[in-house]
């Protein structure tokens, strides 16, 4: 027998034997390793998702959904009633008062934050907190955080290339925003509108290069004085009829808030009839521009270095 042919037998045999030995010995149980739980995550890696309640704020509904990192931008000229002349002072709570006597349902700004109660016990609303009235200069946009650094220094600028001015009103309109679910009654601007209009062309730029929707194309400048849920819901096939109506009877949404149809028709004429003239000469100045993102407020001052 060939040695190469010897020499492979032999270890195959080996290894025979090799495995024999192996199976006469005895298994070992295999011990599964056990997993230790999870460390729980921490509260600030999810956040719950926003939720609207519509009943902490009188029924009003959003317009556009909550998004986390995004921030409310309203541009506007601020009114303060208190530092405004006696005379328009009382014909803006004057317009105010006449119209709760025709439309229970009506809310005043400052009167957000008053208790149902206490607005009920107050008849006049000299005695309710009177902040200011706003002359809108841009619709309700929407910024994100890196943005809003940008956004004020391109307002400041704009302001600083405009002088103060005088500019009075000149009648009363009701509007309505455009999802419909509120209306609300303004004082529409007369002398100074050409001013505003100049502030609003060169305000326009500032909110192109953030990609937000310009002001309306003919706008009306005006200061709303107070608002009220409509019935957003519901068939306009009357409406007509029912706004032209003395009187007005509220209904309640399933949120339990009372809403109306509109304004009725004969308030809007008869507050003109009443307060237009006065008001016409009544003037004011606007000195500023506002900018409210989210909850803060900033303040330049019409040709202010």
Known sequence: MPRNQRKV??????S?????????EPQKAVVPIKKLPLPSLSTTVFTPAHVDNPALHQGRIRSSPHVDGQFAVHIYVSLVLKELEASLRDLVLEIIEETRQRVPTFHTFWSCNVSEDERKDSSDVRHLPQPELHVSLSRPIFVRAHQRGDMKRCVRDVAREHKPFL?????VSDYSNDERTRGFLGIDVGAGYH??????????????????QAY?????????VG?????????????SDSCSSGSLEATRSATEFPTIPCFPRDLVDNLNERFAAKLAVCRFEVADICMKIGEKVSHWGLGSC
């Open 167 to 171: 500019a009075s009103f000149v009648s």
């Open 195 to 212: 001013e505003l209009q100049s502030l609003l062309a060169d305000l326009h730029p500032v909110l192109e290069n953030t990609r937000q």
């Open 9 to 14: 037998e032999a270890l195959v045999i080996y």
């Open 227 to 239: 608002w009220v849920l409509l019935d957003s819901a519901k068939d306009y096939t009357n409406m």
């Open 16 to 24: 025979s034997s090799d495995g024999e030995d192996d199976n006469d």
């Open 216 to 224: 309306y194309d003919e706008p009306r400048f005006h200061a709303s």
